[in-house]
């Protein structure tokens, strides 16, 4: 029989409510609770289980005592406290009890109900000034815009940025950084290979920002001189070799991009190079006069059989206090798609260094299902990238024109998104480099004659697949299925089969990634997941017709796709009239778009937690130790400058909460003051003294607590003294929020009772030092 339980689970949305249903909110396991019963010197420990439960028997806390628990921070760099709604790390309970919460959250994994999705659109030809190359749409949207609601926003122009990958939000600047991206037939922005441009949505404004490729090498010096040379056409209806990008693809510039929450320092991946890249941009934003080398550090990617192949890396993503990168061996000097695999390896942001050991190791051997079906039938399986057009398989899609017009596909494996759901599983997309090499009815790059007899349009074959995580370990999916949940193409011969049954078709757990039944392999590159949203939102061409690129939205845990979304689209170019002139504004299937970046809010940040009268003067927060109610507390500038007031609560909790007319600066020291406010000051100087109640404080000590948790059951009250501001003398705590969303609860005020307050004069509050 339980004394003494509860459960401690990740808060994704802060409500302070354990989600069960689609946007699930699991339990944490392993946490250790400490239970610090009155009268017993030695405190209880016990584990959350699997669900985040934990339970203290009957026999262990006897009926009626007062507990403390503790809750032992998780050692994750950015994983911090629980918020109001559900307690801080110290909670207070009597026996009997089973409703204790404890929510924890990380501020990346929060995003409002209704996000803006920001997606780069591809534009074949020198860039055009008419050219939407950056767009928003809401999370929401469905179905092929036919009303300017439904329109996706422009927020910037080819002229601008020109084709661009990775992307990364800044929340507390509400601004998106993006990265250039070699794509050929796509024109590089006025940066060129090493451009980094700044969008303000709100404007719907994209600027330059900086040139990396001053300070990193992105390409050899061979590479950079041909590239230099590519010329693309200024009409969309005129055709462009660009044989220049067609081998370069995937192998220099740069790969996605991610911020960590403290956002002050940028991670992106340098393809030619093979490293993950910190760029210390700062927080806020430093302009770009202010970019130095100083501000680039490289850190090498592990390498894995590099006797069979290249390895390409492209994904970086955060997660829970590490960052994900993903990597392909690309089999380019065996040529055997046997030795095609993909690994995700952990980078510690505590040390700044990879675990040697992948998270995961990927075989890309299964049958994915075709790119496109036709005779022949092209793209059953991935296969060693290849810079040999020869080796490019081909079908026709109209012969009829002049010039005819034909698919091609090879499916060239990219690891180019990672991304995690509320259980901890890791959802993986492979791009397909096809999609990046070919454009939409474009000649082949071995082409010499101004006028030619076949123009072709790439058909990508990316894929998605799922890992379920289970006892800490990664599990890829097989037949559909992942750890407990199965998919919507189970068995439907298109994914991972079970070694052991070799028979077996084999499935994938998100089975609704094709287009009619015409191209079972659709996806193009970029996935999202945040366990605050419950969807998978995916990039991926033709979603509702042909010729056109948009989302696709999954249920994380089910596979079934519920909604798509057409972000282009170029109807004209399914003509078959012998007199069209195949415009080619659009990319059509060959990956016409980039990575899908949320511009999530950031959450509230909390300050606060509980004052108490400390009846032994230790400075600890005993269980016996009754609260104090009515105490002012305010916050205050490091100036003396008054921002906010409150009081204690009959638990004596206090919580400051930004929003709704509270504003506090990132990297800014402010005080929090205790029994000092606009119009209630409790604090008498002369005495040193609080007076709440017609009673009489004294301060108790301070940073005095015990175990493991210590400056969670202290008290951190404190004279200031030596500033030279109006705050000399007072009772404070200190505080600084470095990270947007950060909740700070172990802001706690030890009092112990000095008596009466008789004298009248005694009593009352020392006016002369109000603080304006």
Same mark, same amino acid.
């Given at each position: 029989m339980a004394q003494v339980s509860g459960t401690v689970f990740r808060d994704y949305n802060r409500d302070g409510q354990q989600a069960t249903g689609s946007a699930k909110e699991p339990g944490v396991p392993g946490?250790?609770?400490?239970?610090?019963? /009155?009268?017993?010197?030695?405190?209880?420990? %016990?584990?959350?289980?699997?669900?985040?439960?934990?339970?203290?028997?009957?026999?262990?806390?006897?009926?009626?005592?007062?507990?403390?628990?503790?809750?032992?921070?998780?050692?994750?760099?950015?994983?911090?406290? =629980?918020?109001?709604?559900?307690?801080?790390?110290?909670?207070?309970?009597?026996?009997?009890?089973?409703?204790?919460? !404890?929510?924890?959250?990380?501020?990346?994994?929060?995003? *409002?109900?209704?996000?803006?999705?920001?997606?780069?659109?591809? !534009?074949?030809?020198?860039?055009?000034?008419?050219?939407?190359?950056?767009?928003?749409f809401a999370a929401t949207s469905s179905g092929q815009p036919t009303l300017s609601a439904e329109q996706p926003k422009p927020i910037g122009k080819g002229t601008d940025i020109g084709a661009v990958w990775g992307s990364a939000w800044q929340r507390q600047s509400s601004q998106l950084i993006s990265f250039s991206l070699l794509k050929r037939h796509a024109a590089l922005g006025p940066l060129g290979l090493g451009g980094v441009y700044l969008t303000n949505p709100s404007t719907a404004t994209?600027?330059?920002?900086?040139?990396?490729?001053?300070?990193?090498?992105?390409?050899?010096?061979?590479d950079l001189s041909i590239l230099s040379g590519r010329t693309l056409p200024q009409s969309y209806s005129t055709t462009s070799v660009d044989a220049a990008a067609f081998s370069r693809v995937g192998?220099?510039?740069?790969?996605?991009?991610?911020?960590?929450? +403290?956002?002050d320092r940028l991670w992106v991946i340098n393809a030619y190079e093979k490293t993950l890249v910190s760029i210390a941009v700062g927080s806020p934003l430093k302009s770009a006069a202010l970019i130095t080398p100083a501000l680039f550090t490289s850190y090498p990617i592990p390498q894995t059989n590099t006797d069979k192949g290249e390895n390409r890396p492209w994904a970086v993503t955060y997660h829970q206090g590490k960052l994900y990168v993903g990597i392909v061996n690309d089999a380019s000097k065996s040529h055997l798609r046997a030795d095609l695999q993909a690994c995700v390896y952990a980078f510690d942001l505590t040390t700044n260094s990879f675990d040697p050991t992948p998270v995961i190791t990927v075989p890309l051997t299964y049958r994915k299902g075709w790119a496109t079906v036709g005779t022949p039938s092209l793209g059953e399986y991935w296969e060693p990238w290849s810079d040999n057009w020869a080796d490019f398989a081909t079908n026709s899609l109209n012969v009829n024109t002049t010039p005819a017009l034909h698919r091609v596909a090879r499916p060239q494996p990219m690891l180019s998104s990672i991304s995690f759901d509320a259980e901890g599983a890791m959802i993986l997309g492979f791009m397909d480099r096809t999609g990046h090499?070919?454009? +939409?009815?474009?000649?082949?790059?071995?082409?010499?004659?101004?006028?030619?007899l076949t123009v072709y349009s790439g058909y990508p074959g990316g894929d998605l697949l799922r890992a379920a995580l289970v006892n800490d370990t990664y599990y890829l999916e097989m037949d559909g299925s992942a750890g407990a949940n199965t998919g919507s193409g189970s068995m439907n011969g298109q994914g991972p089969g079970d070694p052991a049954f070799p028979a077996d078709m084999g499935g994938e757990f998100y089975g609704n990634d094709n287009y009619s039944t015409q191209n079972e392999e659709t996806f193009?590159?970029?996935?999202?997941?945040?366990?605050?949203?419950?969807?998978? !939102?995916?990039?991926?061409?033709?979603?509702?017709?042909?010729?056109?690129?948009?989302?696709?939205?999954?249920?994380?845990?089910?596979? *079934?796709?519920? @909604? +798509?979304?057409?972000? !282009?689209?170029?109807?004209?170019?399914?003509? /078959?009239?012998?007199?069209?002139?195949?415009? @080619?504004?659009?990319?059509?299937?060959?990956?016409?778009?980039?990575?899908?970046?949320?511009?999530?809010?950031?959450?509230?940040?909390?300050?606060?937690? +509980? =004052?108490? %009268?400390?009846?032994?003067?230790n400075g600890v927060q005993d269980p016996s130790e009754a609260p104090l109610p009515g105490l002012a507390v305010a916050i205050y500038t490091a100036g003396g400058q008054w921002v906010a007031s409150t009081t204690t609560d009959q638990n004596g909790l206090y919580r400051f909460k930004t929003g709704n007319g509270l504003s506090l600066a990132l990297n800014t020291p402010y005080y929090i003051v205790a029994g000092y406010g606009q119009a209630n000051l409790q604090f008498q100087l002369a005495r040193k003294s609080l007076v709440v109640g017609a009673r009489m404080y004294g301060l108790t000590g301070w940073n005095l607590g015990v175990g493991p948790n210590a400056t969670a059951n202290d008290s951190d009250a404190f004279l200031l003294s030596g500033t030279n501001t109006p705050l000399d003398?007072?009772?404070?705590?200190?505080?600084?929020?470095?990270?947007?969303?950060?909740?700070i609860n172990t802001l706690d005020i030890g009092a112990q009772d000095t008596g009466p307050c008789w004298e009248s004069t005694a009593c009352l509050p020392i006016s002369s030092r109000r603080i304006k």
């Open positions: 946490m250790v609770v400490l239970a610090y019963v /009155d009268g017993v010197s030695q405190p209880l420990s %016990t584990n959350t289980d699997g669900d985040g439960n934990f339970i203290f028997a009957a026999s262990t806390i006897a009926y009626g005592k007062k507990v403390r628990l503790e809750f032992t921070p998780e050692t994750t760099l950015f994983v911090y406290d =629980a918020s109001a709604t559900t307690g801080s790390s110290v909670q207070f309970v009597q026996a009997p009890t089973s409703t204790v919460l !404890y929510g924890v959250s990380d501020p990346a994994d929060y995003c *409002q109900a209704v996000p803006q999705l920001a997606l780069p659109i591809y !534009y074949q030809g020198s860039v055009q000034p008419t050219s939407n190359a950056l767009v928003t994209s600027t330059a920002y900086f040139d990396a490729g001053q300070y990193l090498t992105l390409a050899s010096p061979a192998k220099v510039g740069f790969g996605g991009a991610t911020f960590t929450p +403290r956002e090499q070919t454009g +939409r009815n474009q000649p082949a790059p071995t082409e010499t004659a101004p006028t030619p193009t590159g970029s996935l999202m997941s945040n366990a605050s949203l419950g969807d998978l !939102y995916v990039t991926l061409y033709n979603p509702l017709a042909t010729w056109s690129g948009g989302t696709a939205v999954f249920d994380l845990y089910t596979g *079934q796709g519920t @909604r +798509r979304y057409e972000v !282009y689209s170029d109807p004209t170019s399914t003509t /078959d009239s012998p007199q069209y002139t195949h415009p @080619r504004s659009t990319f059509g299937t060959a990956n016409g778009t980039g990575q899908l970046t949320p511009l999530c809010d950031a959450p509230s940040s909390e300050i606060g937690n +509980r =004052a108490w %009268t400390d009846a032994n003067g003398g007072l009772a404070v705590m200190p505080f600084v929020l470095t990270v947007p969303g950060q909740i």
